[in-house]
T-cell receptor, first 113, second 114 residues
Framework: EAQVTQNPRYLITVTGKKLTVTCSQN?????MSWYRQDPGLGLRQIYYSMNVEVTDKGDVPEGYKVSRKEKRNFPLILESPSPNQTSLYFC????????????FGPGTRLTVL | AQKVTQAQTEISVVEKEDVTLDCVYETRDTTYYLFWYKQPPSGELVFLIR??????QNEISGRYSWNFQKSTSSFNFTITASQVVDSAVYFC???????????FGGGTRLMVKP
C-alpha cells in the first residue's frame, strides 16, 4: 500500500531534550516536506526537500533541522525543543515538486513541557 | 509572497443542506495550482482536488463541486446535500510556480448536524 508513515504518532517531552520525528514514504517520491498545524493558522511549511541531499527552508524553519540522505526518509529534528513547538506535525511527499499533489502522513502530535 | 484566506472559520448546517466553503488566494505567479484537502476528526489529511491556473472549468465529483474564478482569485467548494460524514476541517491550499511551496489557508470547520 502506497503511504507516508510517521513515528512516533504522539510524543510528550520536556524543554531542551533533543528529539527526532521520522518520516518515510514507499512511493519513490522525489519531493518531501514537513508542516506544522496550529489552530487558526492552517498548515505552515517548515522544510522541504526536492531530492536526496537537497533541502530548503519553508516558512517557519527556526528551531528545526532536517536531512535527506535517502530518497524514502526525511526526518525532522528538534535539537532543543521549546513549548512553542508544541503542535501537530505532518510529513508529505509527492512524485515531483513542481505542482504535484502532496500526500500526507498521519501526523505526529508533539507536546513540549 | 502568496496567501490563502478562508474567512469562514466555522460553519454549522443541518444534514441535506447545501454548503459553500470560500477560499480566496493571492499570488504573483501566473502558473499555480490550487488544492482542497479534508481533515476528518481522525486527523489525517485527505486530498480532494487539484486545479491549475489555466483551467477555469468548474468541476463536479458526486456531491462535491468546485468553482474556480481567476477574476476574483477564488476557489470555492460546495457540498450538495451535506451528510454527517462531511463534518471535518477543510483546507484550501496554493502551490507556487516552482512547486516547492504549498501555502494553506486557516481552514474551515464544517459541522453537519443530523
Amino acid at each position: 500500500e502506497a503511504q507516508v508513515t510517521q513515528n512516533p504518532r504522539y510524543l510528550i517531552t520536556v524543554t531542551g531534550k533533543k528529539l527526532t520525528v521520522t518520516c518515510s514514504q514507499n512511493m519513490n517520491h522525489e519531493y518531501m516536506s514537513w508542516y506544522r498545524q496550529d489552530p487558526g493558522l492552517g498548515l505552515r511549511q517548515i522544510y522541504y526537500s526536492m531530492n536526496v541531499e537537497v533541502t530548503d527552508k519553508g516558512d517557519v524553519p527556526e528551531g528545526y533541522k532536517v536531512s535527506r540522505k535517502e530518497k524514502r526518509n526525511f526526518p525532522l529534528i528538534l535539537e532543543s525543543p521549546s513549548p512553542n513547538q508544541t503542535s501537530l506535525y505532518f510529513c508529505a511527499s509527492s512524485l515531483r515538486g513542481r505542482l504535484a499533489t502532496q500526500y500526507f502522513g498521519p501526523g505526529t502530535r508533539l507536546t513540549v513541557l | 509572497a502568496q496567501k490563502v484566506t478562508q474567512a469562514q472559520t466555522e460553519i454549522s448546517v443541518v444534514e441535506k443542506e447545501d454548503v459553500t466553503l470560500d477560499c480566496v488566494y493571492e499570488t504573483r505567479d501566473t502558473t499555480y495550482y490550487l488544492f482542497w484537502y479534508k481533515q476528518p476528526p481522525s486527523g489525517e489529511l485527505v486530498f480532494l482536488i487539484r486545479r491549475n491556473s489555466f483551467d477555469e472549468q468548474n468541476e463536479i465529483s458526486g456531491r462535491y463541486s468546485w468553482n474556480f474564478q481567476k477574476s476574483t482569485s477564488s476557489f470555492n467548494f460546495t457540498i450538495t446535500a451535506s451528510q454527517v460524514v462531511d463534518s471535518a476541517v477543510y483546507f484550501c491550499a496554493l502551490s507556487n510556480n516552482a512547486g516547492n511551496m504549498l501555502t494553506f489557508g486557516g481552514g474551515t470547520r464544517l459541522m453537519v448536524k443530523p
